[in-house]
């Protein structure tokens, strides 16, 4: 059977919320949250500092600590990790030096979207018991993967966690995450979006596969193959090891736009949420996309066999774009440059332009509004 042959029944859509993630049920919560960590902003004072308030919402927070802006973020990798041991289980193979690369770069593409640059990682490895760490393969290919990713992004891996949790953790499976403080000194370089507006120019930066967003969906999607895993997505490559090819890591690419002296003016991680997430600032604006990059095989696949429209699928998955950033219009094509340069594929998308907040898809007819997304 060929990749492009559906395998589901025809018109039985799977979607995000059937495979276990419903984000109307866990947005309020993060709402909630927010505002309640918003009211403790007041004891930054007592140590002299004070908060970024408009990084509240956004992907990393922000404190002013005179000289220099201090960013931080927490990130976990999600349920990847099950698909390197089910790929484990069937191959032999150790995946897990990619799914550590995963893990840093949910973390750090999120700090960099604040304008900081990276400076300290550490790691929270929970084990469903001590049992998991005795395997030496998959343990030293978890610390190589770490190092490796570390060493790409130029940030000190500083410590970590590696708690054994029987009973919270299933036997045999491990939670990872990842901590990252970055710097955003000079403070000029702070991007929050407060000089975000119309004539825009949105420069999307292309992703590896799925990423870490959507395997929940990805996993469901399995029982509906004729080989699990080991499913052609196209000739040589199984949907295994497509799901698995590692997270891009952005920080090199904004920090080689900060050396060609380019400013973003606002940067968005395409993760939860898909392409919603380009609605992510709080003001109002209208996100218009002439162009849209192409689609990986495997985000192309999971699209077709779980039969979803368009607009369900980029609502959902990054669809080819990992990271977005929205910069002065001179700024455009260096940026593309800039990117390819560090090994990432760009590409002039779209432009901001006065109107109601709405994002307009136009090469596929979509429209996602306001009501879209409510992370605040």
Not at 150 to 156: E, G, S, T, Y
Not at 234 to 261: F, I, M, Q, R
Not at 305 to 324: I, P, V
């Amino acid at each position: 059977m060929t990749a492009s042959t559906p395998l589901s029944t025809p018109g039985a859509t799977l979607s995000y919320e059937q495979s276990g993630v419903n984000y109307d049920l866990i947005d309020p919560l993060k709402v909630t949250a927010q505002r309640a960590a918003a009211s403790t902003a007041v004891h930054l004072a007592v140590h002299g500092f004070t908060e970024v308030a408009a990084s509240r919402g956004e992907s990393a927070y922000v404190v002013d600590v005179g000289p220099f802006y201090l960013a931080s973020i927490v990130e976990c990798l999600g349920s990847k990790a099950l698909v390197a041991d089910e790929m484990f289980t069937l191959t032999g193979k150790s995946y897990y030096d990619s799914i550590a690369q995963d893990t840093i770069a949910m973390a750090i593409n999120d700090l960099i979207t604040v304008g900081a640059t990276p400076l300290v990682v550490q790691a929270y490895w929970a084990a469903g018991g001590s049992e998991w760490f005795a395997d030496a393969q998959r343990s030293q290919a978890l610390v190589a993967g770490w190092k490796r990713a570390c060493d790409v992004c130029q940030v000190a891996w500083g410590g970590g966690e590696t708690p054994a949790l029987a009973g919270i953790v299933a036997d045999g499976r491990i939670d990872l995450a990842a901590s990252c403080t970055g710097l955003i000194n000079p403070k000029s370089r702070l991007s929050v979006g407060d000089k975000l507006g119309v004539g825009d120019v949105i420069v999307l930066l292309a992703s590896s596969g799925i990423h870490a967003n959507g395997l929940s969906l990805a996993r469901k999607l399995v029982e509906r193959l004729p080989n699990g895993y080991l499913t052609e997505v196209s000739p040589g490559l199984t949907y295994g090891d497509a799901l698995l090819a590692p997270t891009v890591l952005y920080s090199p690419v904004t920090e080689a736009l900060y050396s060609a002296g380019i400013t973003p003016h606002y940067c968005a991680n395409i993760t939860g949420h898909g392409w919603r997430k380009l609605l992510r600032h709080p003001a109002e604006h209208r996100y218009r996309i002439h162009t849209v990059p192409v689609v990986t095989p495997v985000l192309k696949f999971i699209q077709q066999q779980a039969n979803q429209d368009d607009r369900e699928a980029y609502s959902t998955l990054n669809m080819g774009a990992g990271f977005a950033i929205f910069v002065k219009p001179e700024d455009a094509q260096r940026t593309v440059d800039v990117a390819r340069a560090q090994g990432v594929e760009a590409l002039i998308a779209g432009q901001i332009e006065a109107g109601p907040k709405e994002l307009l898809i136009e090469p596929l007819n979509i429209r996602f509004g306001n009501d879209d997304l409510q992370l605040r």
